[in-house]
């Protein structure tokens, strides 16, 4: 796919980006369908400190947060939304989720200059109970942006 991209003398020109393996082999990971939720953000604790961030998009699978702060892969933290005042969810969201980190994007502007900074945990220990809970609340609040 044709990128533009700026020169350091200001003139344009056109680059193909082909995905890297990791790239790929993430793509394909993803699986589950990804939403967005306007205005939706998550409160993020390692045991020691919390963070609150943008939710970029998440799915019954896991979920990536807009955020400058980064933890280590494999790293375990609780998580648990904090809605904008237009959604209301149902009370069979679970309040809080187990998640941990798989990956962390960092400004890369050589290489990824369009890529948000931020974390992307996967979720830990969801029944299918809970699963299903968090994929109707997605549903029903949600717009999918990608399968």
Same mark, same amino acid.
């Given at each position: 796919m044709?990128?533009?991209?700026?020169?350091? *003398?200001?003139?344009?020109?056109r680059v193909f980006h082909h995905p890297s393996q990791s790239e790929t082999s993430m793509a394909?990971?993803?699986?589950?369908?990804r939403y967005e939720i306007q205005g939706l953000r998550a409160v993020y604790d390692t045991g020691d400190t919390f963070w609150c961030a943008r939710v970029?998009?998440?799915?019954e699978t896991g979920i990536f947060l807009e955020t400058t702060h980064?933890?280590?892969?494999g790293a375990s933290v609780q998580l648990m939304f904090d809605f904008?005042?237009?959604?209301?969810?149902?009370?069979?969201?679970?309040?809080?989720f187990d998640a941990k980190?798989? *990956?962390?994007?960092?400004y890369d502007l050589e290489k990824h200059?369009? *890529?948000?900074h931020g974390i992307a945990l996967t979720w830990e220990g969801l029944s299918p109970q809970q699963t299903q809970q968090l994929r109707?609340?997605?549903?029903?609040?949600?717009?999918?942006? *990608?399968?």
């Open positions: 044709p990128v533009t991209q700026l020169d350091t *003398r200001g003139s344009t020109k394909q990971q993803t699986g589950a369908p970029v998009d998440t799915s980064e933890l280590d892969e904008p005042a237009e959604v209301t969810p149902s009370e069979e969201v679970p309040l809080y980190v798989v *990956r962390n994007n960092s200059w369009n *890529r948000k109707s609340f997605l549903a029903q609040h949600g717009v999918q942006i *990608r399968h």
